[in-house]
């Protein structure tokens, strides 16, 4: 593991681009524990699809290191049914950024993205060259497309203006502060919500997506945080490094999982009427070991923390806000 790092976060000022979303608000209690000042933008006062705005920002608060968490993101049914949303609003908040950067004179700005970026029938598990060998997922491609103009928006500055600039590609996330909408939700958050209803209301059956046999990987957000605040240290270089475990289950797997961690002992029943998306989807994490990280938090302890914040934070405010 290499012990000194590449870019110290010591007396810095640090941006959070993104600070209310999943990644974002991980992001903010990860530095926490760090010697440097934490800079967030309050959503009213700073639209990221808008350079000016951008621009602005980046003079008035002259942050050294950013971290790019801003995304439009959602689950399988959001991506292909707001397509122009996913493309344009993520192209529009990663070149503003990425140029403000670089304009404003940023030392150090991580850009995170997706592993929806390989392409859908890449060899498993996908390493970072699987980029651009091949046609993507069609239900995610929207969001791809700009989350690998992101990658080449950093590596083309890096190039041209010798910015240090470098991407991390997450694998599917999952934690406190997620999206637990049934029908825009990522699977974690979306079945964890229909699974304690169904409980909740005795219900017989849960209706999960898809024929269960698609095969995901899952990091638990604080995790994710780490090792984002790791790899923004210890690496540049202008190729993205993947962020992941390398485990995968079944989605059929893990509806069983969540069923047994929220107490439900009714049917869970397959609709096939219902996209996959892609088979399969695992990450290499040869570069991310190589830089002295891996997860800490297993998938099941990670699902019974989720689910206790879905219940004693997320239902409690939305109980509070009737
Ligand atoms: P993806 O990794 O981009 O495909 O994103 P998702 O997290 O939305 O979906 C992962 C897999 O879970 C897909 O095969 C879905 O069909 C499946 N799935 C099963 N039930 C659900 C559900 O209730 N919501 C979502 N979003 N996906 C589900």
Redesign the pocket.
Known sequence: MPNTALYSLAGKRVWVAGHRGLVGSALVRRLQYENCTILTAPRQQLDLRQPEQVSLWLRETHPQAVIVAAAKV??????DSRPAEFLYDNLMIEANIVEAAHQHRVEKLVFLGSS?IYPRLAPQPLRESALLTGPL?S??EWYAIAKIAGIKLCQAYRRQYDCDFISVMPT?LYGPGDNFD??Q????P??MA?IHQAKVSGAETV??????R?L?EFLYVDDAADGIVHILKHYSAAEHVNLGTSEEIS?RD??GLLARVIGYRGKLTF?TS?????PR?VVDTTRLHGLGWQAATALQPGLEQTYRWYVNHHLAEQRAIA
């Open positions: 959602g689950g399988i049914h959001a991506n929806c997922e239900t995610n599917n049934t029908m939700g990522h699977v974690i979306a079945l229909k209706d999960v997506w898809g024929s269960g698609a995901r989605i893990l509806a609709d219902k996209p996959d998306g892609t989807k």
